[in-house]
């Protein structure tokens, strides 16, 4: 299996012969590693509706086929306004054995939306979390959220091997409540911050959430680096 980072909040993994990727921000980010025009994938997974999430949905679905994975709301908006072939819509609380391993849907505190053409919010849904089940691993991306107490029901169901988790303050949770939830909640062997630097609002130092956590280790990856288990 094969996890690895690529700058906000994307996440890519190869697992049991498939390859998937969660928000797809890629254009536009000067932090991403990856080329849209030329990535292959077969899945796209979508946390939420903001337009740093999104990303390159549209285009990677359409030039790769791959099936987008997301709240009804957005595979619903995807294959009727925008003509997106393969689509799996799901909810929060759901999870489905896909071919490359088993993903639930679970609870994120933020917003979702994304501006239509005439600049107007379109409402994509709830926010939402991935776990993960890969090759004997579970993978947490808890998505854009703040800290909430349920993040440790949501590890007692589900143990995690690998979190990824926002420090970028503003929008999400900054150092202080992420390492929170990491030490008293998540208790992750392996955590990896994301969603930070990406923009001036979010500007954060990862090493001080490295220092401030105390459970598992703390991997800080550079765009392309991958996860080592």
């Known amino acids: 299996m094969k996890l ?4 906000q909040s994307t996440v890519y993994f190869e697992a049991n012969g498939k390859k ?5 921000f890629i ?18 997974i979508l946390t939420h509706g903001h337009e740093d999430h999104f990303g390159d949905t549209l285009s990677l679905a359409k030039r790769t086929g791959a099936t987008v994975v997301s709240t009804a709301e957005i595979a619903n908006y995807l294959s009727t ?4 072939e393969n689509v799996h819509p799901m909810n929060i609380g759901g999870q489905w054995q896909f071919d490359f391993g088993k993903l639930k849907f679970v609870q994120a505190f ?14 994509l849904g709830m926010p939402m979390g991935v776990i993960l089940e890969l090759e004997g691993k579970t993978i947490y991306h808890t998505g854009d959220t703040a800290l909430f107490s349920d993040m440790k029901l949501i590890a007692d169901r589900h143990p995690v091997d690998v979190c990824f988790i926002p420090i970028g303050d503003n929008f999400t949770m900054g150092i202080e409540d992420a390492s929170y939830a990491i030490n008293e909640f998540i208790q992750p062997k392996v955590s990896v911050p994301i969603h930070f630097n990406t923009f001036p609002l979010i ?15 703390v991997q800080v990856l550079k765009p392309g680096e991958a996860v080592q288990f």
């Open 27 to 44: 254009t536009g980010n000067d932090l991403s590693d990856l080329n849209a025009d030329t990535l292959e994938v077969d899945y796209i």
């Open 81 to 84: 306004a925008k003509g997106i």
């Open 203 to 217: 500007e954060q130092n990862p090493e001080d959430f490295k220092a401030a956590v105390k459970h598992g280790e």
């Open 4 to 7: 690895s980072f690529h700058g």
């Open 110 to 123: 933020h917003s979702s939306s994304l501006l239509d053409d005439n600049g107007v919010p379109v409402y």
């Open 20 to 24: 998937g990727i969660i928000d797809p």
